[in-house]
């Protein structure tokens, strides 16, 4: 092996995509070769050494550029701090070391649809893809069927679905901004005095381990804890509650509202809706109100589905219902959806459920497509479609099945074709049939 | 007698990137190094042995290091393609040595910051990349728009030319690393 080929396997190894058999030799190689240790020993010392450089150019710079920038002038300010920090830390008998300087590294462990990173002061980035990692920033979902997992280092999780802005903070703590739309966290237990912390625009909570469902829109957060206390504080007069595991509570900028949580209702097994009346906000369709020959329906909107890699936009034509303030209803395996639709042209359609786990938790999408001959009107005009939730696929490799019991979130229906006029009159999802 | 506290810190402060690095070796993740690194400070400060001298506090480290190491892979990782123990053992007791060193590790990375200066763009670039942005080298070369091999060949040779140029600049030798790698 020459010297050439030596080190780069070394460097392979490092980068952690040399096979067995090749780390298997590079052993071997170690064993006898002092100066195959000696580059191995150099590349650790100065991949060490440009991390630390790294953290100093986080400090002497606006946090989280990541394109690089000039070597300061300023030398050895890190070793000197860490330097005067032990020190103190020795004064005051510190267990936990304090000298994190830089953002806390969070990997992106999935992405589904159109998902976009922007780094503090940069410019939004598309295409964020599984496995990047991510510090100081903002990362936007777009589209409601869109979705972003985020792992921390300490296996705590955070899942944002749908419409959603999600800011972390350039400091070492697990700190966030829920601008809009929605998130599930899985929270691993915190180190004490250092909880994570989320800022909606009317709350903030303080969360040292446990799972819960976090709503925010401008004026209004709305907090369901599944299991563990999450301290919500109330931003328009810092009013505190704790949020106990089966609890809701809503968060507004009304100072007249009690601050008392709520207990989550079970989620029902059946649940219908019709429009005879406009839908919350925060589903999507033009509603049309009831005339002689038609219910009050929901029309199709243009909503995104993804970006490519250059960031222009692939638009659906959705219509969405969701939940507002934690589940549509519980479903089994064998439970059926039941839509009545109609489309103004014969196209394809997607229908896509999101669901969480019964036990809290973001559980994953599940999907099935339509063709036109799949749809088969009834004598006014309307096509009833049935799916059972076995026929429905999943739609992220993460989660493989439907969980039994799992809490359907979101119903998703949509369509590629420009004028395709996708109406929807009923939505409903009922237990499995009686033996 | 004992080590204090105070000389605790400072010998292990003085080490800090050596042993970093061997915890690195086994992590491969910079900040999983530093992680075991003040771990392991805490320990010691927090009288999880008596160290009567400073060389036997920098190999108890390293033995921590590497044991926290290889935990924290098999926690995060499962079974994972690894380092042999006795391969581990050689380069500590080599990074044992290297302590006997007169220059300070300070000023090492301090040549080291002024090397990577002299470097061309493309150079210093692939570099920032993989240590500073800690991107795996797959995604280097989709982002330099450069073959994977060619990449690993890249990283091999700067760091090659890094290693001349800091021991020329730690020695007082003109520093010559402003030239492109390919």
């Given at each position: 092996?020459?010297r050439?080929?030596?080190?780069?396997?070394?460097?392979?190894?490092?980068d952690?995509s040399?096979?067995v058999?090749?780390?298997?030799?590079?052993n071997?190689?170690?064993?006898?070769?002092?100066e195959?240790?000696?580059?191995?020993?150099e590349?650790?010392?100065?991949a060490?050494?440009?991390a630390?450089?790294a953290?100093?150019?986080?400090?002497?710079m606006?946090?989280?550029?990541t394109e690089?920038?000039e070597?300061?002038?300023?030398r050895?300010?890190w070793?000197?701090?860490?330097?005067?920090?032990?020190m103190?830390?020795?004064?005051v008998g510190?267990?936990v070391w304090?000298l994190r300087s830089?953002?806390e590294?969070?990997?992106v462990?999935q992405?589904?649809?159109?998902?976009?990173?922007a780094?503090?002061?940069?410019?939004p980035q598309?295409?964020?893809?599984e496995?990047?990692?991510v510090?100081?920033?903002?990362?936007?979902?777009e589209?409601?069927a869109s979705?972003a997992k985020?792992?921390?280092?300490?296996?705590?999780?955070?899942?944002l679905?749908g419409d959603s802005?999600l800011?972390?903070?350039?400091?070492?703590?697990?700190?966030?901004?829920?601008?809009?739309g929605?998130?599930?966290?899985?929270v691993h237990p915190?180190?004490?005095?250092?909880?994570?912390?989320?800022?909606t625009p009317t709350?903030e909570?303080e969360?040292?381990?446990?799972?819960?469902?976090?709503?925010?829109?401008?004026g209004q957060?709305t907090?369901?804890v599944?299991?563990?206390i999450?301290?919500?504080?109330?931003?328009?007069?810092?009013?505190?509650?704790?949020?106990?595991?089966?609890h809701v509570?809503?968060?507004?900028?009304?100072?007249?509202a009690?601050?008392e949580?709520?207990r989550l209702?079970?989620?029902?097994t059946?649940?219908?809706?019709?429009?005879?009346?406009?839908?919350p906000?925060?589903w999507?369709?033009?509603?049309?109100?009831?005339?002689?020959?038609?219910?009050?329906?929901?029309?199709?909107?243009?909503?995104v589905?993804?970006?490519r890699?250059?960031?222009?936009?692939v638009?659906?034509?959705?219509?969405?219902?969701?939940?507002?303030?934690?589940d549509?209803?519980?479903?089994?395996?064998d439970?059926?959806?039941?839509l009545?639709?109609?489309?103004?042209?014969?196209?394809?359609l997607?229908?896509?459920?999101?669901?969480h786990?019964?036990?809290?938790?973001f559980?994953?999408?599940?999907q099935?497509?339509?063709?036109?001959q799949d749809?088969?009107?009834?004598?006014t005009g309307?096509?009833?479609?049935?799916i059972p939730?076995t026929?429905?696929?999943?739609?992220?490799k993460?989660?493989?099945?439907?969980?039994?019991?799992g809490?359907?979130?979101?119903?998703?229906?949509a369509?590629?074709?420009?004028d395709?006029?996708?109406?929807?009159?009923?939505?409903?999802?009922d237990p499995p049939?009686a033996p | 007698?004992?080590?204090?506290q105070?000389?605790?810190i400072?010998?292990?402060?003085?080490?800090?990137?050596?042993?970093v690095?061997?915890?690195?070796?086994?992590?491969?993740?910079?900040?999983?190094?530093?992680?075991i690194?003040?771990?392991l400070?805490v320990k010691a400060?927090g009288g999880?042995?008596?160290?009567?001298?400073?060389a036997?506090?920098i190999?108890?480290?390293?033995v921590?290091?590497?044991?926290?190491?290889l935990?924290?892979v098999?926690?995060?990782?499962?079974?994972?393609?690894?380092?042999?123990q006795?391969?581990?053992e050689?380069?500590?007791?080599?990074?044992?040595?290297?302590r006997?060193?007169?220059?300070p590790e300070?000023d090492r990375?301090?040549?080291?910051?002024?090397?990577m200066?002299?470097?061309?763009e493309p150079?210093?670039r692939?570099l920032?990349l993989?240590?500073?942005?800690?991107?795996?080298?797959?995604?280097v070369?989709?982002?330099m728009?450069?073959g994977?091999d060619a990449?690993?060949?890249?990283?091999s040779?700067?760091?090659?030319?890094?290693?001349?140029?800091?021991e020329?600049?730690m020695?007082g030798g003109?520093?010559?690393a402003?030239?492109?790698v390919?």
């Amino acid at each position: 092996m020459t010297r050439d080929e030596r080190d780069m396997l070394l460097v392979r190894y490092l980068d952690g995509s040399a096979s067995v058999h090749e780390v298997e030799s590079l052993n071997a190689l170690l064993k006898d070769d002092p100066e195959a240790r000696a580059s191995l020993r150099e590349m650790a010392g100065q991949a060490v050494a440009m991390a630390d450089l790294a953290r100093e150019r986080a400090i002497h710079m606006p946090p989280a550029r990541t394109e690089p920038s000039e070597p300061t002038s300023k030398r050895r300010k890190w070793y000197g701090r860490l330097a005067v920090a032990a020190m103190l830390l020795i004064g005051v008998g510190l267990g936990v070391w304090q000298l994190r300087s830089r953002a806390e590294e969070v990997t992106v462990a999935q992405v589904s649809g159109a998902v976009s990173w922007a780094s503090e002061g940069g410019q939004p980035q598309g295409g964020l893809t599984e496995g990047a990692r991510v510090r100081a920033g903002t990362i936007t979902v777009e589209g409601a069927a869109s979705s972003a997992k985020l792992a921390f280092r300490d296996g705590s999780t955070i899942t944002l679905m749908g419409d959603s802005e999600l800011a972390l903070s350039g400091d070492s703590r697990k700190r966030l901004t829920l601008r809009r739309g929605a998130l599930t966290a899985d929270v691993h237990p915190q180190p004490a005095g250092s909880p994570m912390v989320v800022r909606t625009p009317t709350a903030e909570i303080e969360v040292l381990g446990t799972r819960f469902l976090l709503l925010a829109s401008p004026g209004q957060s709305t907090l369901s804890v599944e299991a563990g206390i999450v301290r919500l504080r109330r931003l328009v007069d810092g009013g505190s509650v704790d949020v106990t595991s089966g609890h809701v509570f809503v968060a507004t900028l009304d100072t007249a509202a009690k601050l008392e949580p709520l207990r989550l209702p079970p989620a029902p097994t059946k649940w219908r809706q019709t429009f005879d009346q406009p839908p919350p906000s925060t589903w999507q369709g033009e509603w049309v109100a009831a005339d002689a020959s038609n219910p009050g329906r929901l029309r199709n909107v243009l909503d995104v589905s993804y970006r490519r890699g250059d960031g222009t936009v692939v638009p659906a034509h959705v219509v969405t219902v969701r939940s507002i303030s934690g589940d549509l209803a519980a479903v089994q395996p064998d439970s059926l959806l039941r839509l009545r639709l109609r489309t103004a042209k014969r196209v394809n359609l997607v229908v896509l459920v999101g669901l969480h786990h019964p036990a809290g938790g973001f559980a994953g999408t599940f999907q099935a497509d339509f063709q036109p001959q799949d749809l088969r009107p009834d004598p006014t005009g309307w096509c009833p479609l049935q799916i059972p939730m076995t026929k429905l696929k999943a739609g992220m490799k993460d989660y493989p099945t439907l969980p039994p019991g799992g809490q359907i979130f979101l119903v998703y229906v949509a369509c590629y074709f420009p004028d395709a006029g996708l109406e929807i009159s009923e939505v409903s999802i009922d237990p499995p049939p009686a033996p | 007698m004992a080590l204090l506290q105070d000389d605790i810190i400072r010998t292990l402060l003085a080490s800090r990137l050596r042993i970093v690095a061997a915890a690195w070796i086994v992590v491969r993740d910079a900040q999983a190094a530093e992680d075991i690194f003040q771990n392991l400070t805490v320990k010691a400060m927090g009288g999880a042995a008596t160290f009567e001298r400073e060389a036997q506090l920098i190999s108890w480290a390293h033995v921590t290091a590497r044991h926290e190491a290889l935990n924290w892979v098999r926690d995060r990782k499962g079974r994972t393609v690894a380092l042999d123990q006795a391969v581990l053992e050689l380069l500590e007791d080599e990074w044992a040595k290297d302590r006997e060193r007169p220059d300070p590790e300070g000023d090492r990375v301090e040549a080291l910051r002024q090397c990577m200066g002299e470097l061309p763009e493309p150079s210093r670039r692939v570099l920032e990349l993989r240590y500073f942005e800690e991107r795996p080298c797959g995604e280097v070369s989709r982002r330099m728009g450069i073959g994977l091999d060619a990449v690993y060949q890249r990283l091999s040779r700067l760091h090659r030319t890094l290693r001349q140029c800091v021991e020329r600049r730690m020695t007082g030798g003109e520093p010559r690393a402003n030239r492109e790698v390919t």
